[in-house]
Protein backbone atom coordinates (compact mmCIF):
# COMPACT_ATOMS: atom_id res chain seq x y z
CA UNK A 1 0.00 0.00 0.00
CA UNK A 2 1.12 3.49 -0.69
CA UNK A 3 2.57 5.35 2.21
CA UNK A 4 0.78 8.48 2.19
CA UNK A 5 2.36 12.14 3.89
CA UNK A 6 1.30 15.15 4.95
CA UNK A 7 3.92 18.48 4.73
CA UNK A 8 2.21 21.47 6.44
CA UNK A 9 4.07 24.42 5.44
CA UNK A 10 1.66 27.80 6.06
CA UNK A 11 3.17 31.16 6.62
CA UNK A 12 4.79 33.70 4.04
CA UNK A 13 6.82 33.47 0.63
CA UNK A 14 10.16 33.95 2.62
CA UNK A 15 9.37 30.93 4.90
CA UNK A 16 8.30 28.88 1.85
CA UNK A 17 11.75 29.00 0.12
CA UNK A 18 13.61 28.28 3.34
CA UNK A 19 12.06 25.37 3.34
CA UNK A 20 12.75 24.12 -0.37
CA UNK A 21 15.56 22.05 0.92
CA UNK A 22 13.64 19.71 3.29
CA UNK A 23 10.93 19.31 0.98
CA UNK A 24 13.44 17.73 -1.06
CA UNK A 25 14.33 16.05 1.95
CA UNK A 26 11.06 14.72 2.64
CA UNK A 27 10.96 13.62 -0.83
CA UNK A 28 13.98 11.69 -1.05
CA UNK A 29 13.29 9.77 2.41
CA UNK A 30 9.90 8.89 0.74
CA UNK A 31 10.63 8.28 -3.33
CA UNK A 32 7.58 6.17 -3.60
CA UNK A 33 4.75 7.93 -1.24
CA UNK A 34 2.13 9.84 -1.63
CA UNK A 35 2.84 13.06 -0.78
CA UNK A 36 0.60 16.36 0.06
CA UNK A 37 1.65 19.29 0.82
CA UNK A 38 -0.77 21.93 3.07
CA UNK A 39 -0.63 25.63 2.60
CA UNK A 40 -2.52 28.76 2.13
CA UNK A 41 -3.84 30.22 -1.06
CA UNK A 42 -1.10 32.58 -2.21
CA UNK A 43 1.22 29.40 -2.53
CA UNK A 44 -1.29 26.60 -4.08
CA UNK A 45 -0.45 27.39 -7.88
CA UNK A 46 3.18 28.18 -7.15
CA UNK A 47 3.75 24.80 -5.01
CA UNK A 48 2.02 22.71 -7.53
CA UNK A 49 4.71 22.92 -10.28
CA UNK A 50 7.02 21.93 -7.39
CA UNK A 51 8.61 18.06 -7.95
CA UNK A 52 7.72 17.53 -4.43
CA UNK A 53 4.14 17.24 -3.96
CA UNK A 54 1.44 15.03 -5.70
CA UNK A 55 -1.36 17.12 -4.31
CA UNK A 56 -1.84 20.28 -2.93
CA UNK A 57 -4.18 21.56 -0.20
CA UNK A 58 -4.80 24.58 0.42
CA UNK A 59 -5.46 25.78 3.93
CA UNK A 60 -8.44 28.21 4.73
CA UNK A 61 -7.86 28.38 7.99
CA UNK A 62 -11.19 28.61 9.21
CA UNK A 63 -12.04 30.54 12.49
CA UNK A 64 -13.24 27.50 15.35
CA UNK A 65 -17.30 28.97 15.19
CA UNK A 66 -17.06 28.09 11.23
CA UNK A 67 -18.33 24.13 11.62
CA UNK A 68 -18.41 23.58 8.33
CA UNK A 69 -14.97 25.00 7.83
CA UNK A 70 -13.61 22.85 10.50
CA UNK A 71 -14.85 19.73 8.61
CA UNK A 72 -13.33 20.16 6.00
CA UNK A 73 -9.86 21.09 7.50
CA UNK A 74 -10.29 17.75 9.11
CA UNK A 75 -11.39 15.39 6.24
CA UNK A 76 -7.76 16.96 4.56
CA UNK A 77 -6.00 16.67 7.81
CA UNK A 78 -7.20 13.08 8.18
CA UNK A 79 -6.17 9.53 6.86
CA UNK A 80 -2.32 10.07 6.48
CA UNK A 81 0.41 7.76 7.82
CA UNK A 82 2.52 10.18 8.74
CA UNK A 83 2.85 13.89 9.22
CA UNK A 84 5.59 16.75 8.74
CA UNK A 85 4.80 19.66 10.72
CA UNK A 86 7.31 22.59 9.09
CA UNK A 87 5.48 25.51 10.60
CA UNK A 88 5.58 23.86 14.07
CA UNK A 89 3.34 27.34 15.20
CA UNK A 90 0.29 27.17 17.72
CA UNK A 91 -2.36 26.89 14.76
CA UNK A 92 -0.29 23.68 13.40
CA UNK A 93 0.02 22.24 16.44
CA UNK A 94 -3.41 22.08 17.43
CA UNK A 95 -3.97 20.23 13.64
CA UNK A 96 -1.88 17.51 15.47
CA UNK A 97 -5.40 16.79 17.57
CA UNK A 98 -7.45 17.69 14.69
CA UNK A 99 -5.92 14.58 12.66
CA UNK A 100 -6.28 12.22 14.96
CA UNK A 101 -3.37 12.32 16.62
CA UNK A 102 -1.34 10.20 13.57
CA UNK A 103 2.24 9.80 13.77
CA UNK A 104 3.85 13.34 13.59
CA UNK A 105 6.76 15.34 13.91
CA UNK A 106 6.75 18.42 15.06
CA UNK A 107 6.61 20.34 18.71
CA UNK A 108 2.69 18.64 19.09
CA UNK A 109 2.42 17.32 22.84
CA UNK A 110 2.15 13.77 22.77
CA UNK A 111 3.52 13.56 19.60
CA UNK A 112 5.71 10.68 18.29
CA UNK A 113 8.44 12.48 16.54
CA UNK A 114 9.00 15.54 18.96
CA UNK A 115 11.65 18.20 18.16
CA UNK A 116 12.89 18.55 21.45
CA UNK A 117 15.83 20.67 20.43
CA UNK A 118 16.17 23.47 23.70
CA UNK A 119 17.96 26.01 21.32
CA UNK A 120 15.27 25.83 18.28
CA UNK A 121 13.70 28.80 18.40
CA UNK A 122 17.18 30.38 18.27
CA UNK A 123 18.57 28.55 15.31
CA UNK A 124 18.02 29.72 11.77
CA UNK A 125 14.92 28.35 9.70
CA UNK A 126 17.11 26.10 7.98
CA UNK A 127 18.82 24.82 10.33
CA UNK A 128 16.09 23.85 12.88
CA UNK A 129 14.38 22.24 10.44
CA UNK A 130 17.04 20.49 9.55
CA UNK A 131 17.49 19.63 13.05
CA UNK A 132 13.86 18.32 13.30
CA UNK A 133 14.67 16.06 9.78
CA UNK A 134 17.51 14.44 11.58
CA UNK A 135 15.84 13.72 14.47
CA UNK A 136 13.35 11.64 12.53
CA UNK A 137 15.36 9.73 10.85
CA UNK A 138 16.02 11.40 7.56
CA UNK A 139 19.89 11.70 7.01
CA UNK A 140 20.07 12.58 2.99
CA UNK A 141 19.49 16.86 2.29
CA UNK A 142 19.82 16.74 -1.80
CA UNK A 143 20.95 20.14 -2.78
CA UNK A 144 16.91 20.97 -4.52
CA UNK A 145 16.12 20.74 -8.09
CA UNK A 146 14.64 24.06 -8.85
CA UNK A 147 14.66 23.46 -12.39
CA UNK A 148 10.97 23.60 -12.18
CA UNK A 149 11.73 28.02 -11.36
CA UNK A 150 13.01 28.02 -14.51
CA UNK A 151 10.88 30.22 -16.67
CA UNK A 152 10.66 32.75 -20.59
CA UNK A 153 10.90 36.40 -19.66
CA UNK A 154 10.64 37.04 -22.80
CA UNK A 155 7.33 38.96 -22.85
CA UNK A 156 9.61 41.77 -20.75
CA UNK A 157 12.04 42.50 -23.86
CA UNK A 158 14.31 42.75 -20.90
CA UNK A 159 18.10 44.31 -22.29
CA UNK A 160 20.98 41.77 -21.63
CA UNK A 161 21.81 43.16 -18.27
CA UNK A 162 19.77 44.64 -15.78
CA UNK A 163 19.11 44.79 -11.89
CA UNK A 164 15.93 44.32 -9.80
CA UNK A 165 14.74 45.92 -7.27
CA UNK A 166 12.27 44.41 -4.36
CA UNK A 167 11.31 47.95 -2.19
CA UNK A 168 8.42 46.17 -0.74
CA UNK A 169 7.52 43.80 2.50
CA UNK A 170 4.98 42.68 5.25
CA UNK A 171 2.32 45.37 4.91
CA UNK A 172 2.21 44.78 8.86
CA UNK A 173 5.79 45.58 9.27
CA UNK A 174 6.43 48.95 8.08
CA UNK A 175 9.99 48.87 10.11
CA UNK A 176 11.11 46.06 7.38
CA UNK A 177 11.11 48.52 4.43
CA UNK A 178 14.31 50.81 3.66
CA UNK A 179 12.20 53.84 2.30
CA UNK A 180 10.65 54.69 -1.15
CA UNK A 181 12.83 57.67 -1.55
CA UNK A 182 15.82 55.85 -1.24
CA UNK A 183 15.57 53.43 -3.49
CA UNK A 184 15.14 55.64 -5.79
CA UNK A 185 18.27 57.57 -5.21
CA UNK A 186 20.02 53.69 -5.62
CA UNK A 187 18.13 53.28 -8.94
CA UNK A 188 19.95 56.39 -10.51
CA UNK A 189 23.15 54.83 -9.75
CA UNK A 190 21.61 51.45 -10.99
CA UNK A 191 20.98 52.96 -14.14
CA UNK A 192 23.89 55.23 -14.57
CA UNK A 193 25.81 52.34 -14.22
CA UNK A 194 24.31 50.97 -16.89
CA UNK A 195 21.69 48.08 -14.95
CA UNK A 196 18.57 49.33 -15.45
CA UNK A 197 16.82 48.99 -12.57
CA UNK A 198 13.46 46.86 -12.68
CA UNK A 199 10.78 46.87 -9.61
CA UNK A 200 9.06 43.53 -8.67
CA UNK A 201 6.64 43.08 -6.10
CA UNK A 202 2.63 42.99 -5.41
CA UNK A 203 0.42 45.10 -6.95
CA UNK A 204 -0.06 47.10 -3.27
CA UNK A 205 3.49 47.71 -3.61
CA UNK A 206 3.05 50.05 -6.70
CA UNK A 207 3.05 53.23 -4.54
CA UNK A 208 6.78 52.40 -3.48
CA UNK A 209 7.47 51.91 -7.61
CA UNK A 210 5.94 54.94 -8.46
CA UNK A 211 7.72 56.98 -5.62
CA UNK A 212 11.00 54.90 -7.09
CA UNK A 213 10.09 56.34 -10.73
CA UNK A 214 9.59 59.82 -9.15
CA UNK A 215 13.35 59.88 -8.28
CA UNK A 216 14.31 57.87 -11.49
CA UNK A 217 12.30 57.55 -14.66
CA UNK A 218 14.04 54.98 -15.90
CA UNK A 219 12.74 52.29 -13.61
CA UNK A 220 10.81 49.96 -14.84
CA UNK A 221 7.50 49.57 -12.94
CA UNK A 222 6.61 45.92 -12.60
CA UNK A 223 5.30 45.33 -9.07
CA UNK A 224 1.60 43.29 -9.99
CA UNK A 225 2.72 42.12 -13.07
CA UNK A 226 4.77 39.11 -12.66
CA UNK A 227 3.55 35.55 -10.97
CA UNK A 228 6.04 33.56 -8.27
CA UNK A 229 7.62 31.66 -11.00
CA UNK A 230 8.65 35.22 -13.65
CA UNK A 231 9.81 36.60 -10.45
CA UNK A 232 12.17 33.80 -10.13
CA UNK A 233 13.62 33.66 -13.87
CA UNK A 234 13.50 37.47 -13.83
CA UNK A 235 16.21 37.08 -10.51
CA UNK A 236 18.21 34.78 -11.90
CA UNK A 237 19.17 36.44 -15.41
CA UNK A 238 19.63 39.62 -13.26
CA UNK A 239 23.45 41.05 -12.67
CA UNK A 240 21.83 42.30 -9.36
CA UNK A 241 19.32 41.86 -6.81
CA UNK A 242 18.63 44.83 -4.02
CA UNK A 243 15.80 44.47 -1.54
CA UNK A 244 14.11 44.14 1.61
CA UNK A 245 13.98 41.11 3.96
CA UNK A 246 10.90 40.07 1.89
CA UNK A 247 9.66 36.67 -0.16
CA UNK A 248 10.82 37.96 -3.24
CA UNK A 249 14.14 38.15 -2.04
CA UNK A 250 14.40 34.86 -0.65
CA UNK A 251 13.44 33.81 -3.58
CA UNK A 252 16.28 35.63 -5.47
CA UNK A 253 18.70 34.17 -3.42
CA UNK A 254 17.35 30.63 -3.73
CA UNK A 255 17.66 30.43 -7.65
CA UNK A 256 21.41 31.65 -7.34
CA UNK A 257 21.05 36.04 -7.77
CA UNK A 258 23.23 38.13 -6.16
CA UNK A 259 21.85 39.67 -3.66
CA UNK A 260 22.39 42.71 -1.04
CA UNK A 261 19.60 42.12 1.47
CA UNK A 262 18.51 45.21 3.75
CA UNK A 263 17.84 43.93 7.70
CA UNK A 264 16.74 46.64 10.33
CA UNK A 265 16.06 45.79 13.75
CA UNK A 266 12.13 44.09 12.64
CA UNK A 267 13.93 41.19 11.94
CA UNK A 268 16.68 38.96 13.26
CA UNK A 269 18.99 37.68 9.62
CA UNK A 270 20.88 35.37 12.01
CA UNK A 271 17.42 33.20 12.50
CA UNK A 272 15.53 34.32 8.84
CA UNK A 273 17.85 35.54 6.05
CA UNK A 274 18.30 34.10 2.91
CA UNK A 275 21.22 31.77 2.11
CA UNK A 276 23.25 31.99 -1.04
CA UNK A 277 25.35 34.56 -2.91
CA UNK A 278 24.21 36.96 -0.35
CA UNK A 279 25.09 40.34 1.40
CA UNK A 280 23.41 41.10 4.57
CA UNK A 281 23.44 45.14 5.64
CA UNK A 282 21.88 45.16 8.61
CA UNK A 283 21.23 48.68 10.97
CA UNK A 284 19.39 49.46 13.89
CA UNK A 285 16.67 51.98 11.33
CA UNK A 286 16.32 51.48 8.06
CA UNK A 287 15.64 54.73 7.60
CA UNK A 288 18.98 55.79 8.84
CA UNK A 289 20.70 53.58 6.38
CA UNK A 290 22.49 55.76 3.61
CA UNK A 291 22.08 55.41 -0.13
CA UNK A 292 25.92 55.64 -0.18
CA UNK A 293 26.46 52.66 2.04
CA UNK A 294 24.30 50.05 0.17
CA UNK A 295 25.93 50.98 -3.20
CA UNK A 296 28.99 50.82 -2.22
CA UNK A 297 28.28 47.27 -0.68
CA UNK A 298 26.47 46.90 -4.47
CA UNK A 299 29.70 47.76 -5.70
CA UNK A 300 28.59 50.72 -7.56
CA UNK A 301 30.73 53.72 -7.94
CA UNK A 302 30.25 56.54 -5.32
CA UNK A 303 27.76 59.55 -6.95
Known sequence: MTQRILIIRLGALG???????PFAAIRAMHPDAEITLLTTAPYAAFAARAPWFDRVEIDARPKFYNLRGQAHLIRQLWNFDFV?????????????????????????????????????????????????????????FPTPDLGWLAGSIERFALPP?????????????????????????????????????????TESESPFA?????????ARDLTGQTTIAEVAALASNASL????????????????????V????????????????VTIIQVPDLQNLAVGEVQAVAGLPAT
Open 15 to 21: DFVLSFG
Open 84 to 140: YDLQTSGRSTRYFWLAGAPDWSGIAPFSTHPHRARNRTRLHTIERQRDQLIADGITE
Open 161 to 201: QFSLLIPGAAPHRPKKRWPAEKFGELAVALNRAELPPLIVG
Open 210 to 218: ALIRQTCPQ
Open 241 to 260: VVGNDTGPVHLAAAVGAKCV
Open 262 to 277: LFGAASNPARTAPRGD
